[in-house]
């Protein structure tokens, strides 16, 4: 397809439990962010890519998450022992330089 | 204090109304502007690019002032359908990384 695309949408999971959640960024972009955002709250950034650079993680929230692009094309983000704070939607934006991102639809995890 | 800084509202304006909401960032060497607008349990979605010299998109009209950093958008003749969260950006270049930076939101209800 023509844009971003996450998978899976709905991922419910025990805590404890680990999930990869993975974004296929619009071709060609160079840029691909991830963010989460919780219920009635403002988008947190998690990491960001940006070609063959290594990543900025700054906003990653513990050492329980980590993220992968392969190819400079798709990214998987993993959160290890998922806890019930980790319950987000998980969004995953890609830009071409300069311009405005383009977001997935996202993937709403629940930890139960 | 916040990187970018919105009015949370909401803005609760009848059909027809024209609404101004602003903008305030703090880091001067920001580079490029955008609005977004978010519906709820939806993703983000780009509405427009900010221009110094001002820009206009139908009903539309974002400003910058680099000076001030300070950025609007208008929206005249307002309908029911651009009921939404509003999200100010702003893409910063530091430390090597090109960051996109969200405001919280603005909430905007447009009632019959």
């Known amino acids: 397809g023509a844009g971003v695309s996450q998978s899976p949408s709905n991922k419910v999971t025990e805590k404890g439990k680990d999930v990869e959640l993975r974004c296929d960024p619009i071709?060609?972009?160079?840029?691909l962010y991830w963010y989460r955002q919780s219920l009635g709250q403002g988008l947190e950034f998690l990491i960001y890519f940006q070609g063959n650079s290594a990543p900025d993680k700054s906003g990653l929230p513990s050492d329980r998450f980590s993220a992968e692009r392969t190819g400079g094309s798709v990214s998987t983000l993993t959160i290890q022992r998922t806890q019930q704070e980790d319950s987000a939607v998980y969004l995953c934006?890609?830009?071409?330089?300069?311009?405005?991102?383009?977001f997935g639809q996202g993937t709403r995890l629940t930890v139960v | 204090r916040k990187e970018v800084e919105q009015d949370p509202g909401p803005f609760n304006v009848p059909e027809g109304a024209t609404v101004a909401f602003n903008c305030t960032y703090s880091n001067s060497a920001s580079q490029s502007f955008f609005w977004y607008r978010q519906d709820c349990r939806k993703e983000p979605k780009l509405l427009m690019s900010v221009y110094s010299s001002g820009n206009e998109d139908g009903r539309f009209t974002a400003q910058l002032n680099r000076a001030s950093q300070y950025i609007s958008l208008l929206i005249r003749d307002s309908k029911l359908s651009d009921s939404a969260t509003y999200l100010c950006v702003v893409r910063q270049f530091s430390g090597g990384y090109n960051k996109l930076i969200f405001g919280a939101g603005t909430r905007l209800a447009v009632h019959p």
């Open positions: 071709s060609g972009h160079t840029a």
């Open positions: 934006a890609s830009s071409l330089g300069g311009g405005g991102a383009f």
